[in-house]
């Protein structure tokens, strides 16, 4: 089986090859190799009801330098029995994406990111058991794909908790990573479901591509599930789906799917390719962290094309601000460039 990869590998670069341009081997990287080889197997069974208790909720108030760790069934009960807790506060919600975990370099900077922002409490999901690698790079994947829908909706009947103890969901914002972003499609559904209201923002980073870009739209996140669906898009087509999704779609940079100094050849090998994937994945979180405290900071045009925008045609179009301090009022497909910006 490893031979014939392999070859598969070889075949699809040798055959493809003289067509590409700067970026475009992560439509042919290692998921989507897998993906066409049928080596990825994408299950979305909701009839599983698998077991997810095993998933930590660390919960942050900086200015009282606490931090707490619950497991997810008992969270909702825990944060609200904290002593000096204040429901008015604004609660973030953050969710990593295949093979985070509270000690990882993203996590550290969602830390670093807030520690200062005022009102305000961060909230960050571990649910490494479920979607770490240690199974292999495709076989967890592909059981993490299977655990995203009972992921998000253990968050739901977390964020439902809390709702009923007294917190807004005008005051929940939900910001997820790659599968973590999926994960939110399910939790901004199922807290809809049980709630009758909506999650007030789900903010989407480069939403996961593999098993995704061609499922249901039910299985991805999307408009409707919140107040206010935002979707960023950084590798398109690799790590990151093709698919527009929120109320507002972002194109980060050339088509949403290469980010500066990601090193992504001109002519790319298979194992370069990896790399400048996961590079353009992350720049999601990099480009948005970066926001919370430069206001200013991204100007987005609607526009019908990315070759549009690069002319230099839709300068005069609507506008907004793409990142945190997106006012939310604004719909449709929106192109940013980065250029100029210290990230």
């Not at 370099?105 to 240690?134: A, G």
């Not at 559904?189 to 249901?216: H, M, Q, V, W």
């Not at 609607?302 to 549009?308: A, D, L, M, P, R």
């Not at 690069?310 to 997106?326: L, P, V």
Request: proline share 3%; net charge positive.
């Amino acid at each position: 089986m490893k031979i014939k990869f392999a070859v598969t590998v070889i075949l699809c670069i040798l055959g493809h090859a003289w067509s590409w341009g700067r970026g475009d081997l992560e439509k042919y990287g290692p998921f989507q190799l897998a993906l066409h080889s049928k080596l990825i197997k994408c299950e979305h069974d909701r009839t599983l009801n698998l077991d997810v208790s095993g998933i930590d909720v660390y919960f942050y108030d900086f200015p009282r330098n606490d931090v707490e760790t619950f497991t997810i069934d008992n969270a909702a009960k825990g944060i609200l029995s904290l002593n000096e807790l204040d429901k008015t506060k604004k609660f973030l919600i953050f969710v990593g994406g295949f093979k985070s975990n509270i000690n990882k370099k993203t996590e550290e900077r969602v830390r670093d990111t807030f520690r200062n922002y005022p009102n305000s409490y961060l909230v960050i999901l571990d649910h490494s058991p479920y979607t770490n690698d240690r199974q292999g790079h495709i076989k967890s994947y592909e059981r993490s794909v299977k655990y995203v829908h009972y992921i998000g909706k253990a968050l739901a009947q977390m964020l439902t908790g809390l709702k009923e103890g007294g917190i807004s969901s005008k005051n929940i914002h939900c910001i997820g990573h790659s599968l973590g972003a999926q994960i939110l499609g399910h939790t901004g559904e199922i807290f809809y479901n049980s709630t009758g209201t909506k999650i007030a923002r789900i903010t989407a980073l480069d939403p996961a591509g593999p098993c995704f870009s061609n499922s249901l739209i039910q299985e991805q996140v999307r408009s409707g599930v919140a107040d206010y669906v935002e979707v960023y898009h950084c590798n398109s087509g690799g790590l990151g789906t093709t698919s527009i999704l929120g109320d507002i779609d972002f194109i980060i940079n050339k088509k949403g799917s290469t980010q500066p100094n990601c090193k992504t050849p001109l002519v790319p090998g298979i194992f370069d390719s990896s790399k400048a994937a996961k590079c353009n994945h992350r720049a999601c979180i990099d480009i948005y962290t970066a926001t919370v405290s430069n206001p200013n900071w991204f100007l987005a045009w609607k526009c019908e094309t990315y070759k549009s925008f690069r002319k230099g045609h839709c300068y005069t179009n609507e506008s907004t601000i793409a990142g945190f301090w997106n006012p939310g009022n604004a719909t449709g497909v929106y192109y940013v460039s980065t250029d100029g910006y210290d990230i």
